[in-house]
Each structure stands twice: as structure tokens, then as C-alpha cells.
């Protein structure tokens, strides 16, 4: 069984908050439903403060609850099939969700492992992110370094600022 949703937004990040809430001010407003299975929102933007020390990364979290939009349809599930022949979308808890329109803000998927040892080194010995809410802590430690490096979703090693 199928439910008909006027406007679908995958995604209860930043970016699909944001639309639902302009969507929903409009004068004729949609029916805007969000699919995001999460209980908290982070506020991922601030994390580059967090890490300079400027903010504790606590304030960036929020209940999901919160942050939704007054008269949005919350559904607390994932998307796991997108059927755009269809306008439809299958979910992780066997749903069908029938759409008008669509807008997938679903984020970025991180993959740690993708660089060997990485995931046993962040946070020690000067090597750290702020992609992530265990992972961003304050680095102002780091000053103290001629010379820090940024490793590129490419995999490129980019010198960034300090010494010879």
C-alpha cells in the first residue's frame, strides 16, 4: 500500500529542513513530508568552530523534534529504493511513498576506512576532522604545528599553511 505525498523530502539535515520550512511558508503551501530516520539533527556547519575552539560542539545538537517544521509529516524511517519512473520510494520499513514532487538532501555518507588507519588515528597525535559529531572536538592544539595536512575526498595530500 502506497501514500500520496505532495511534496517528499528525503533528508532532516540542514538543507532539507530549510526547504520544508520556506515550502511551508509559501501562501498555498504543499503537503511537505521528511523521511530521516534520526533522533537528533546536527548542526554541521558550526563544527569548524567547535574545532577552533570558539564553541562546544554540545550546542550543535538538537532533538530532530525541535528543529522539524510546524506542519511537516515527520516519517522516522530511510529510504532505501528510489522508483523515479514511478514517483515513488521505498523505505526501510516497507513503506511505498508516492510523491508530486521530490527533493533528495540526504547529506554525505563518510567512509573512514577508505584510508587505511585513519579511523584508529583522528583525534590523537594531530590528526582530526570536523565531519562528525564524535569527531569534532577542539584542535587549537594544533597551532602549536609549523605545518598541518588535509587529506581530499580524492585522496589528495594538500599542504596547508606553516613552515618550510
Known sequence: MSEQHDVLIIGGGTAGITVAAQLLQQAASPKVTIVDPS???DYQPIWTLVGGGVFPREIS???MADV?????????????E?????NEVLTEGGKALVYNELIVAAGIQLNWDAVKGLPEAINKGG?????????AVSYTHLRAHETAYTISDSGWCLRKGGGG
Open 68 to 80: 522539524m517544521p510546524r506542519g511537516v509529516n515527520w516519517i522516522r524511517d530511510r529510504v532505501t
Open 82 to 86: 528510489f522508483h523515479p519512473d514511478k
Open 61 to 63: 545538537r538538537r532533538a
Open 39 to 41: 533522533k537528533t539533527h
Open 127 to 135: 590528526v582530526c576532522s570536523n565531519y562528525g559529531y564524535d569527531k
